[in-house]
């Protein structure tokens, strides 16, 4: 089969399209035709080996301990083992590698069937592929960290990213009032999300403006601690749900400090892959609640330019890798294939990436 292989730590240019032997699913495990996988921050991490610490906790020291990057993704079971009880052949699923040894850049991926639920009807490969984390992560966040509650007012820092424009939908589901912070270009995108307000950070300080909330969950970039702890009301929560290390150290080391005084929780979230939450995730979307939105579609062997598009820091949604089994060659790509993605266009990356074999 083919798959994007990572031997060594580096910027995407490192990874390589290769042959390998495709995995044989365990007792307990499905084989799973992979149809579509996102970009993630620890994806790219991985990748790159930057952060540091990603290598001592996930990656391997000196070199990738997972050879085949890749956690969210959809696709068609194709083979289970004797011990697989909830899926068989034929179901369309999606899921979250992250704790199974990752390899989601592959035309096949094995892992157990825990690790999947049955994929939201309503919705193509592609889209599907773009909800395990970042969904979980504002799922998680807003339910289990920030104990929203309906009527409350929530402030999404980051709302027209991945994991922001999942809780941007996912606050209002639950009725709140919802305030989305984002750049002058995505407005438009975080009002048609169901945004009550939206404060373009360009023109208007969220943490000095007057304004107080219930809840802020924050999904990049960086403002201090004592920002968000100002903008809380009494009674209110902080989630950090990702952002720079500073952003994240901080959270992680002053918030239980900051939380024993004044009555506001600054708190971490710590996502884990959860099926059950997978199956929230598909009640909310094929009820309508939510909706997945793709900022761009890369072909597999075109995954180097779909982590540099990501590492550029300035993507709409989530970015996807559609995996193509109709037996085309991987060689060089020609012109940029534009279609459409859940109404929004996504592009294919112009290719300048040849396989290995």
Known sequence: MRAIVHEQYGPP?????????????????????????????????????????????????????????????????????????????GDDVYGD???????????????????????????????AAAVPQAGLVALQGLRDCGRIQQGQQVLIVGASGGNGSFAVQIAKSYGAEVTGVCSTSNIEMIQALGADRVIDYTREDFAS??????????????????????????????????????????????????????????????????????????????????????????????TPHALAHYGQGHVRGKVVISVDHAGAKPQLMGQVRERRVDGMPALAGRGQFRSER
């Open 13 to 89: 240019d490192v990874l390589r399209l290769k042959e390998v032997e495709r995995p044989v699913p365990g007792a307990d495990e499905v084989l799973v035709e992979v149809h579509a996988a996102s970009v993630t921050y620890g994806n790219l991490a991985l990748v790159k080996g930057d952060p540091f610490i990603v290598r001592l906790m996930v990656g391997g020291l000196r070199e990738p301990v997972h050879r085949i990057q890749g956690s969210d993704l959809a696709g068609r079971v194709v083979a289970i083992g004797d011990d697989v009880r909830q899926f068989r052949p």
């Open 97 to 127: 590698l992250s704790e199974c040894g990752f390899g989601a850049y592959a035309e096949y991926a094995a892992a157990p069937e825990e690790t999947f639920a049955l994929k939201p009807a309503n919705l193509t490969f592609e889209e």
């Open 209 to 302: 403006n007057g304004r107080h909330y219930d809840l802020i969950f924050a999904t990049g970039g960086y403002r201090p601690i004592f920002d968000y702890r100002r903008a809380l009301k009494s009674g209110g929560a902080y989630v950090m749900a990702g952002g720079v290390i500073k952003q994240v150290f901080e959270a992680m080391l002053l918030g239980p400090l900051l939380s024993m005084v004044g009555g506001k929780r600054l708190v971490s979230l710590a996502q884990k892959p959860s099926q059950k939450d997978l199956e929230v995730m598909r009640e909310m979307i094929e009820s309508g609640k939510v909706k997945p939105v793709i900022d761009r579609c890369y072909a597999l062997e075109d």
